[in-house]
């Protein structure tokens, strides 16, 4: 997602190959940015540090995302994009050989620190180049295809991280995000041609975002649900490991039927979008709110746990479309400006919630935190029912 106005023409289109570059690039970053939820306990163990503490690792990737997003436009403004994509990718690279060696704290975060820059300023630059890469209705396409990546990074690298850290330990897990993050940086050196800058906007008509009703409500919804939904999802797995006695291929299997929900929730999401925008969002909360305190009441009976953890990938599926239509809704005619906002809103939700959440486990218990994730989705949907959500 990007601030950058770039021109919706290159000489020649860009082969499709070059476009599905961009999104083995956001698999690899959305999948390296995840991976840590279904790995914390483990991760914790190791390091000698405790569950709350391990909650940073999504913490400081989020806040560093959404201070990078505005900054690389006006750092990197004038430099080929092609360039600035490698180099953000080497990051992510190095980001994941860090945290697969760390043997502290201190390390383990300033990879995920490299992470964050990466996160940040890829979503920036990346998400608008569909335009530039391929002419006309294929540069909708061309961007449909570099924005899968998140989707799939979303649903598929938690179940696949959690796997193979069961099988072999969580350092493999990032071991692999590193291999990915190689993958991604051979396909775009190779496929992606020279993108000189044509940005000529800067970070000019973020602010003035804010000055419109709608606007300000669909974003203090994304800071709601993306709060709720980190503070208690980042601790999910250690709530499933203690509460309800899951475990082991048991959890690998559940995390992986909550990705392949949340895919379903993708299509839920665009179908309802597309009739009504603010119920995609309200049906995204009450399932994703609902699933939190299914959990946390009847987290102890392992059929309750697993059907929560179900559904709860069924609303965040939705999550993403929902949102992104419902703001895009409230600024038609500045798009661009309203995807910056969004990521950089977004990775700051992240961050905090993880933050908020890792607070709640150590002062309350994990059950806390699902408590908190309920509420906050229901703050999501009473904003959504306020009369200026359906205004300009």
């Known amino acids: 997602m990007s601030t950058v106005a770039e021109s919706p023409r290159l000489h020649l289109p860009t082969s499709w190959l070059g476009v599905s570059s961009l999104a083995v690039g956001s698999f690899a970053l959305v999948t390296s940015e995840f991976l840590p939820l279904g790995l914390l306990p483990d991760i914790a163990r190791s390091l000698g540090i405790t569950t709350g503490q391990a909650g940073l690792l ?121 291999v990915l993050a190689a993958i991604s940086i051979g396909a775009v050196a190779i496929l992606l041609p020279s993108l000189p800058s044509q940005n000529r906007r800067g970070v000019r008509g973020m602010s003035a975002l804010l000055l419109r009703r709608k606007a300000r409500v669909g974003l203090m919804a994304v800071l709601s649900i993306f709060i709720g939904h980190f503070a208690a999802y980042t601790f999910v797995t250690p709530f499933l490991n203690e509460r309800s006695g899951i475990s082991g291929p048991f959890l690998s299997s559940l995390l992986l039927a909550n990705g392949i929900a949340g895919f379903a929730g993708n299509f839920l999401g665009g179908w309802i979008s597309s009739k009504k925008i603010r119920l995609s969002v309200i049906v995204a909360s009450a399932l994703l709110g609902g699933s939190a305190l299914l959990l946390m009441v009847f987290g102890g009976h392992q059929v309750a746990a697993a059907i929560a953890v179900v559904f709860w990938g069924l ?69 959504m029912l306020m009369p200026s959500a359906s205004s300009r």
């Open 58 to 178: 999504m913490t400081m990737p989020g806040l560093v995302a959404a201070a990078a997003a505005p900054l690389s436009i006006a750092f990197a403004g004038h430099v080929d994009r092609r360039r600035v994509l490698l180099v953000l990718l080497v990051a992510l690279a190095i980001s994941n050989v860090l945290a697969a060696t760390a043997t502290n704290l201190v390390q383990m975060l300033a990879g995920r620190f490299l992470l964050g820059l990466a996160v940040g300023s890829f979503w920036t630059i990346a998400g608008s180049l569909g335009p530039r890469l391929r002419s006309g209705k294929e540069g909708v396409k061309a961007n449909a295809i570099i924005l899968s990546g998140i989707s799939f990074g979303t649903v598929a690298g938690v179940p696949a991280g959690a796997l193979m850290g069961d099988m072999y330990g969580w350092r493999i897990s990032f071991w692999a995000g590193g």
């Open 315 to 383: 609303g965040f599926g939705m999550v993403p479309i929902a949102m992104q239509s419902f703001l895009q809704n409230a600024a038609t005619d500045a798009i661009e400006d309203m995807q910056a906002m969004f990521v950089s809103v977004g990775q700051i939700a992240i961050g905090m919630g993880a933050f908020v959440g890792g607070a709640i486990v150590d002062g309350t218990g994990l059950g806390g935190a699902m408590l908190f994730g309920s509420l906050a989705a229901g703050s999501t949907i009473l904003l």
